[in-house]
């Protein structure tokens, strides 16, 4: 193989060849220590000679270097193997000091950022939201630990970043609390027996807002209701009368039913509407719906009466769907007084119908009043309730929120009147006596309309069927529901006292039930008593 006159070195260093191989490996080994030797000349004397490395040819090379060195003078260039050499543990006078003085990009870097004081978002717990108490984490309020303080000259917020007007504890009403800490798992292992519920009495309120102590506001269901899909909600709305809200005079007409039957109140613990007893069911699960309701304890009787919070004013299309769920009665219903192919017209909103009934949760003897919307019969003539209500129709993203919440209040309903028979034990003297009434099981008629208040299709519901639909999505367990409502009972009856007056409230931040002192007795309330 031919090589170039001139061989370059691995290195970089430039060799003339010689024209013997072993020669050539000979100059670049006396290179090196030349370079060592020029090293240790330069320390000692100027322009001394370097001392002999055995041969002519490193002689020689020491003289080179050391010549080199006179003419640059202290300031030696050192060379391994085509490489520049630095003393790694020596000084070198060329480097800056990154934090000296001498650097103007150090002395000009000030001493605040310009970028702002990052604030990292709130911690947020997905653990297990379906379970009770929003999770098993430490920090309650689904929020977590501050790291960094809020920017701007606003006040740190306390009380689970609620304001201070929701922390009763300063509150000079307040009484006691019962805080929603048990799980979903804890609940689950207790079994509250529930009584099958009995008829005792009823009432009607017809429109001009008198009442009676029969059934003539009791409507009968249409079973055809299925051929009146398509029809229009809005249809006569313009003579549409609203309810009027009759504050503690509704609770008084429950009240005026028990006595006008004689209904004795002495091994019963609550008297309450359905409606009360729904919300303390519900509030198992739902968290993030306020109520209230009165609390008075009289003869040993704690009496529940309702109470209805502020709402913001109705617009039209709040009236309007409203409307709908009244017209869908008036639809579902057989009406006398209407036509074959009359459409709907003056519907009353104050006439209802309600029943009297006594059942048992637990240990605890409650007598509620649950107004009716109609009734159906069987083949051989018996009766049974019916529920009707209507939803928007349902689709991808409302189905879910459909199921657990809708579908649980509508388990409340059906619930309280799960029974294999209603039996009355009292005879009434109209014609129309409830005491036909043997109900199966009672079931729910649901009217789906669109956003135009269009009838979209109906759909019937058993108890079953709604904790059939939900117990494979695991949404929420009704034992759990009756076991919640049985704590809530317990802890209430033994701690209002007697002849005094209270408050039940669940609102903002929704992690416990505060029951406030009452200045105020109800007269509804207050007659019934004087006349028992």
């Known amino acids: 193989m031919d090589f170039p006159e001139h061989d370059v070195d691995i290195f970089g260093e430039l060799e003339g060849q010689d024209n013997h191989g072993d020669g050539a490996r000979h100059s670049s080994s006396s290179s090196s220590s030349s370079s060592s030797s020029s090293r240790s000349s330069s320390n000692g004397s100027e322009g001394g000679e370097t001392s002999s490395g055995g041969s002519a040819s490193a002689s020689g090379s020491a003289s080179v270097s050391s010549s080199e060195g006179e003419d640059n003078g202290e300031e030696v260039e050192k060379k391994v193997h085509g490489y520049e050499e630095r003393d790694l543990f020596g000084s070198d006078s060329d480097e800056k000091d990154l934090f000296g003085s001498d650097n103007e990009d150090y002395c000009k870097t000030l001493a605040t950022s310009r970028f702002p004081v990052p604030v990292l978002p709130a911690i947020r717990n997905t653990n297990n939201q379906n379970r009770g108490n929003f999770g098993r984490g430490r920090w309650q309020n689904d929020r977590g630990a501050g790291i960094l303080p809020r920017p701007g000259p606003y006040p740190q917020r306390h009380n689970y970043g609620y304001g201070s007007k929701f922390n009763n504890r300063h509150d000079e009403r307040f009484v006691s609390e019962l805080k929603l800490t048990k799980s979903e798992e804890t609940l689950s292992r207790k079994c509250i027996a529930f009584q099958e519920p009995c008829e005792l009495a009823c009432y009607s309120r017809v429109e001009g807002g008198d009442v009676h102590f029969d059934d003539r506001s009791l409507r009968l269901f249409k079973r055809l209701i299925t051929e009146d899909v398509g029809a229009d909600l809005n249809e006569g709305y313009d003579t549409f009368i609203e309810k009027k809200d009759l504050g503690s005079e509704g609770f008084g007409d429950l009240l005026a039913a028990i006595r006008n039957r004689n209904i004795p109140l002495g091994n019963i613990h609550f008297v309450t509407f359905r409606n009360n007893l729904n919300k303390i069911l519900a509030t198992a699960y739902i968290r993030n719906e306020?109520?209230?309701?009165?609390?008075?304890?009289?003869?040993?009787?704690?009496?529940?009466?309702?109470?209805?919070?502020?709402?913001?004013?109705?617009?039209?299309?709040?009236?309007?769907?409203?409307?709908?769920?009244?017209?869908?009665?008036?639809?579902?219903?057989?009406?006398?007084?209407?036509a074959d192919g009359e459409g709907i017209h003056h519907v009353d909103a104050n006439a209802e119908y309600c029943s009297v009934i006594k059942t048992k949760l637990g240990a605890h003897r409650i007598l509620m009043g649950a107004e009716m919307d109609c009734c159906d019969s069987t083949d051989d003539g018996r009766r049974f309730y019916v529920e009707l209500k209507t939803s928007r129709e349902l689709d991808y993203h409302t189905e879910e929120r459909y199921e657990r919440e809708k579908l649980l209040k509508f388990w409340g309903l059906l619930k309280l009147f799960r029974n294999k028979s209603l039996i009355t034990e009292y005879q009434f003297i109209s014609s129309r006596a409830i005491q036909s009434f043997l109900a199966g099981v009672p079931y729910i008629v649901i009217g789906f309309r669109d956003d135009g208040g269009r009838l979209v299709r109906t759909e019937r519901l058993r108890t079953k069927d709604i904790t059939q639909r939900v117990k494979m999505k695991n949404y929420w367990q009704g034992g759990v529901c009756l076991a919640f409502a049985d704590e809530v009972l317990c802890w209430l009856y033994g701690t209002v006292k007697e002849n005094e007056d209270y408050i039940l409230q669940f609102a903002p931040p929704f992690n416990r039930l505060e029951l406030l002192q009452a200045q105020s007795f109800p007269d509804a309330i207050s007659n019934h008593v004087q006349q028992l």
């Open 290 to 338: 306020p109520w209230e309701m009165g609390v008075h304890k009289r003869n040993g009787v704690v009496y529940l009466d309702v109470h209805k919070l502020p709402e913001r004013p109705k617009s039209d299309l709040d009236r309007r769907r409203c409307y709908w769920g009244y017209c869908f009665e008036s639809l579902a219903t057989e009406d006398p007084r209407r």
